[in-house]
């Protein structure tokens, strides 16, 4: 990577300082003689000099691009952009740039934002903060047809199905596709922040297919999404 650190640019300096005075050195102790100005040991060191100056150089200027703030409006093509240019993302550096560069280089084309999660060390909160600076349409939504909880159908008893089940009403199931965090916090053993956690994960991998979906948002175990099965479910 060209992005250098303070700690890099002061041994740059500080080579450049030991050449410029091997340099002056020679000069002093043989004389400015154009024979010896010419000699290999003086060009020598002036190549260095020259190569020294021209990776300063190219340094200052890939630093430059990648600190150089989005204008009003502009907007980053994760398929075509340099790693310096998604440097210029929010919350994006330079390690994550070259891993988004990386994954392209050996996938399919970014085609949403929930693609871009597919690359490693990208998240919820990466993908909130550059999804208004990139070109890339938002994660597939749910559909809205059908209502986030229904009315769960009483199980067939003895006289049929239309006969209630004893012990009252029917509870309600849950549309992960389409339940808010807070509808989703009615569930057993579903607090705020598992509810937020899944509604996060809808957002960045588009629809649950199937209650058994849920064992991938982070926090849900197997026995937790075994327990809910029953009372949830995922709208097409």
């Given at each position: 990577?060209?992005n250098?650190?303070?700690?890099?640019r002061?041994?740059?300096?500080?080579?450049?300082?030991?050449?410029?005075?091997g340099v002056g050195a020679?000069m002093?102790?043989?004389?400015p003689g154009?024979?010896e100005l010419?000699g290999?040991?003086?060009?020598?060191?002036?190549g260095?000099?020259?190569?020294?100056?021209?990776?300063?150089d190219?340094?200052a200027?890939d630093a430059?691009r990648?600190?150089r703030?989005?204008?009003?409006?502009?907007r980053i093509?994760p398929n075509t952009?340099?790693?310096?240019?998604?440097?210029?993302?929010?919350r994006v550096g330079?390690?994550q740039?070259?891993?988004?560069v990386?994954?392209?280089?050996?996938?399919?084309?970014f085609?949403?934002?929930?693609?871009?999660?597919?690359?490693?060390?990208?998240g919820?909160?990466?993908?909130?903060?550059?999804?208004p600076?990139?070109?890339?349409?938002p994660?597939?939504?749910?559909?809205?047809?059908?209502?986030?909880i229904?009315?769960?159908?009483?199980p067939?008893?003895p006289a049929?199905?239309?006969?209630?089940?004893?012990g009252?009403?029917?509870?309600?199931?849950?549309?992960?596709?389409?339940?808010?965090?807070?509808e989703?916090?009615?569930?057993?053993?579903i607090?705020?922040?598992?509810?937020?956690?899944?509604?996060?994960w809808?957002?960045?991998?588009?629809?649950?297919r199937?209650?058994?979906?849920?064992?991938?948002?982070?926090g849900?175990?197997?026995?937790t999404a075994t327990r809910?099965?029953?009372?949830?479910?995922?709208?097409?």
């Open positions: 990577m060209l250098t650190t303070p700690q890099e002061l041994a740059l300096g500080v080579v450049a300082l030991l050449v410029a005075a020679r002093l102790h043989h004389g154009a024979a010419a290999p040991g003086t060009e020598a060191e002036a260095a000099l020259r190569a020294l100056q021209g990776e300063t190219h340094r200027k430059a990648r600190a703030p989005l204008a009003p409006g502009e093509d952009a340099t790693e310096a240019e998604l440097d210029r993302l929010p330079p390690g740039a070259r891993k988004i990386e994954w392209r280089g050996s996938h399919a084309p085609r949403t934002l929930a693609d871009l999660d597919s690359v490693p060390g990208v919820p909160a990466l993908l909130a903060a550059v999804a600076f990139v070109t890339l349409a994660a597939p939504a749910a559909a809205a047809a059908r209502p986030a229904e009315p769960a159908a009483p067939p008893g049929g199905p239309d006969v209630p089940p004893a009252g009403s029917a509870g309600a199931v849950v549309d992960l596709n389409r339940a808010s965090a807070e989703l916090r009615g569930l057993p053993g607090g705020p922040a598992l509810a937020e956690r899944i509604v996060a809808r957002a960045a991998h588009g629809p649950f199937s209650p058994d979906d849920l064992v991938q948002v982070p849900i175990g197997s026995k809910l099965r029953p009372l949830v479910r995922a709208s097409p």
